[in-house]
């Protein structure tokens, strides 16, 4: 049979739906038309072909032999054409993914190593999107802003969080410890920091200043844990994110609990140091959350598997046991 005397693609995906929800309801729910037409479809294709293509039974709808053994090509077939369809929309362009993390990931973590991603895959264009924001790490021509909107998908979404599924398509990067840290004169003083019951002369720095039960902030878990009495976690100067806190610390303000893995820009010059080595181990930790969709792209899986050496090989400069 020619492809000019082919039935209506309309008909013969409708068939493909009917025959494998075994239901004319959920075809037609799929299809986003109404249970009449896909029976009218149906009904013409079967009157085209010459033969049933179904068994119309008490609630329920049998396959014919004939059906039976051609859905399968007609399955191939619907997947061919997407496999063909999805070649032609990405011809000539160039490879690219989208990945969603934190501001601070992007700024402290990711950012500072990613030069060496690029440079090992220079033909993939990689778009971070932080906050909302979309930024390309390749100089593009200008997108309507249509068009930079249709693009905030993300492929890969890395996240801070304990509430993640299992499975294939997440992946663990690093969990996340904090400790002390303050500029170097502090240790010094006057007065001086040198152990932590001294903290209790110092202005405690809190990145978690919005939290409203502050028997859970940062500063009084770690307390707990280091088993340190005498010094008040309520009090300091409160600031509504963990990196101005750090900030705020390098300038000399007071003690704030950080990240090695994050601030890693900060101990290597020097701004500030780890004042004690005791860490408090986070219940949130870093994953890698890979689209479904995006998962076998070629330039995804490379992405995917570089962050997960970086992590595998990173350092944490100046980190205490």
Known sequence: M??????????????????????????????????????????????????????????????????????????????????????????????????????????????????????????????????????????????????????????????????????????????????????????????PLRTPADLSQQTLLHGDGRLADRSQSAWARWLRRAEVNGVDARRGLRLDHSTHALEAAADGLGVTLASPLLAAAELSSGRVVVAFPQALPLDNAYYIITADSAAQRPEVIAFRAWLLEEAAHQTEPQKLS
């Open 2 to 191: 020619g492809s000019s005397r082919l039935p209506p693609l309309n008909a013969l995906r409708a068939f493909e739906a009917v025959a494998r929800h075994r239901s004319f309801r959920k075809a037609a729910e799929e299809l986003f038309v109404t249970p009449a037409a896909v029976t009218h479809q149906i009904k013409a294709l079967e009157q085209q072909l010459g033969l049933s293509l179904f068994e119309r039974l008490n609630r329920r709808i049998e396959l014919t032999a004939a059906a039976q053994a051609a859905l399968p090509l007609f399955q191939q077939g619907f997947e061919s054409l997407a496999a063909a369809v999805s070649e032609l929309r990405s011809y000539g362009q160039v490879p690219h993914l989208t990945v969603g993390a934190t501001p601070t990931f992007v700024s402290r973590w990711l950012m500072p190593r990613l030069q060496r991603f690029l440079s090992h895959h220079p033909g993939i264009d990689v778009r971070i999107v932080a906050s909302g924001q979309l930024i390309s790490t390749t100089q593009r021509a200008s997108r309507s802003d249509d068009s930079a909107e249709a693009e905030l998908d993300t492929d890969i979404d890395i996240r801070f969080t304990n509430d993640v599924l299992s499975g294939q398509s997440v992946d663990l990067l690093f969990k996340v410890e904090i400790m002390p840290m303050c500029h170097p004169r502090l240790l010094e003083g006057p007065p």
